[in-house]
């Protein structure tokens, strides 16, 4: 598997690149502000753009759809659409085959309702899911359970040795592990659900004593 990542612009957004190199199928993932330059790499390897994900439907994440769809004739998907080609739903644990290459969509509720996390290979895109050291924003409440929720009894059974891919230049580097997430991200490092509420709530006050940016 080849996979490439962008910084494409906005609020230090990042927008990937999937590929199997054994037939150049590619995938693009959350290619806004500046999807022409995932694009022309793209073209530049020869690879032929097959899918584009959205990991959720926020502005910063969708705003390159209409560039992309003209520049590669490919229509963006989100969380509900269906596939024209293959009729699928993007659903919670749909496959969609990238030559020899398989991309898992994870249904990750939480930051919005409509969030996913892709899987392929060894890779794990979180969009604003989870960062590396940091969670999606949410309120207090519903939101901020479900977030929960999608992490421990989603993310978090993957192997240790998965790399996670964020949508945002957010944390101390640009990507990491679930292993080193488990480890050190002070999420999910809360023993339940309404401490991991609690620091939300004091995250401000707790990135001050710990010297976090």
């Known amino acids: 598997m080849f996979m490439k990542q962008f910084m ?81 739903a993007v659903s919670d644990n749909t496959t969609f085959n990238l030559g020899n290459l398989e991309i898992r969509i994870i249904h990750t509720p939480g930051h919005t309702n409509d969030s996913i996390c892709i899987h392929a290979g060894d890779a794990l895109f979180t969009g604003d899911t989870l960062f590396v050291g940091k969670v999606g924003g949410t309120n ?28 945002h230049d957010y944390g101390t580097s640009p990507e990491s592990t679930i292993l080193r997430e488990r480890q050190t991200n002070p999420f999910l490092l809360q023993p339940d659900i309404e401490s991991f509420i609690e620091l939300k709530r004091n995250w401000t006050e707790y990135k001050k004593i710990h010297g976090i940016k």
Do not use: C, M, W
């Open 8 to 88: 494409t612009g906005g609020d230090r957004n990042f927008g990937y690149l999937v590929a199997d190199e054994s037939t150049k199928t590619a995938a693009l993932i959350d290619p806004s502000y500046s999807p022409e330059i995932i694009i022309d790499f793209a073209q530049k390897e020869k690879f032929t753009t097959q899918y584009i994900f959205n990991t959720h439907g926020h502005y910063d994440h969708t705003n390159g759809n209409k560039v992309a769809k003209n520049l590669t004739g490919v229509t963006p998907l989100r969380y509900g659409d269906i596939e024209p080609i293959t009729r699928k």
């Open 140 to 167: 207090f409440g519903s939101q901020a359970k479900a977030e929960y929720n999608s992490i421990h009894n989603k993310l978090l059974t993957l192997p240790d040795s998965t790399r996670v891919f964020p949508g």
